[in-house]
């Protein structure tokens, strides 16, 4: 079991979390309030994990010869917030402030567009294998800090397949949410 990280929302930065930054953000619409977390699971090529592929995707610098799969996603343009390793360790690509590309076309409780209103997180997985303890561990932890810093989103967690159906089916039948949230309301007895 690795030692538990304190994270901390300081001006949109996750103190704790090792800083990759990606060049794939833009301004949220001037007012917006963060009021979601979205739940979503990649893996480089798909159902492999390791090899640092993911960082090198968010962050433009993926070589598209490197594997086959590579091809069918070159070009691609995206990012996430905060990607969490099989290994819990959490990295941020983009400022919680800042509007990254995770979620695409999308509607959350009839509200369009959930980049411009959401944080997301990418959990190292597939739809086909179980996250790590220490994935979960991790994912609780960035919450709870996460929800000190934008109190909306306490009672608004969802999977990338909730606000995009017809599309995403991450973060998958893999992801238990129940062991998720028992986390999170076990994280709350320790302020």
Same mark, same amino acid.
């Given at each position: 079991? =690795? ?23 833009? @301004? ?11 739940? !979503?699971?990649?893996?480089?090529? $798909? /159902?492999? %994990? ?7 995707? %968010? ?12 091809? &069918?996603?070159?070009?691609? @343009?995206?990012?996430? !917030? ?10 941020? *690509?983009?400022?919680?402030? +800042? ?6 076309? /999308? ?18 997985? /597939? ?12 994912? /609780?932890?960035? &919450? ?10 306490? =009672? !608004? ?7 995009? $159906?017809?599309?995403? &089916? +991450?973060?998958? $039948?893999? *992801?238990?949410?129940?062991? %998720?949230? +028992? ?6 007895? %320790?302020?």
């Amino acid at each position: 079991m =690795s030692q538990a990280v304190t994270f901390v929302v300081e001006h949109g930065q996750l103190i704790g979390a090792r800083q990759v930054p990606s060049p794939n953000y833009n @301004q949220r619409p001037q007012g917006t309030e963060i009021q979601l977390l979205v739940i !979503h699971n990649i893996s480089l090529p $798909p /159902s492999q %994990f390791g090899g640092g592929y993911i960082e090198k995707f %968010f962050q433009n610098q993926l070589d598209w010869s490197e594997h086959p799969y590579f091809k &069918t996603i070159e070009g691609m @343009q995206v990012s996430a !917030h905060v990607l969490i390793l099989r290994t819990g360790e959490v990295l941020q *690509f983009v400022n919680f402030n +800042d509007r990254a590309w995770h979620a695409g076309r /999308s509607s959350y409780l009839g509200k369009a567009e959930c980049n411009d209103y959401s944080i997301g997180i990418e959990l190292e997985g /597939s739809d086909d294998q179980p996250f790590s303890d220490l994935q979960y561990q991790a994912l /609780s932890q960035v &919450t709870h800090a996460l929800r000190q810093a934008y109190p909306k989103i306490s =009672s !608004h967690i969802a999977g990338h397949s909730d606000i995009a $159906p017809q599309r995403k &089916t +991450d973060p998958g $039948p893999y *992801f238990q949410w129940q062991k %998720f949230r +028992d986390l999170l309301r076990d994280s709350t007895h %320790f302020e």
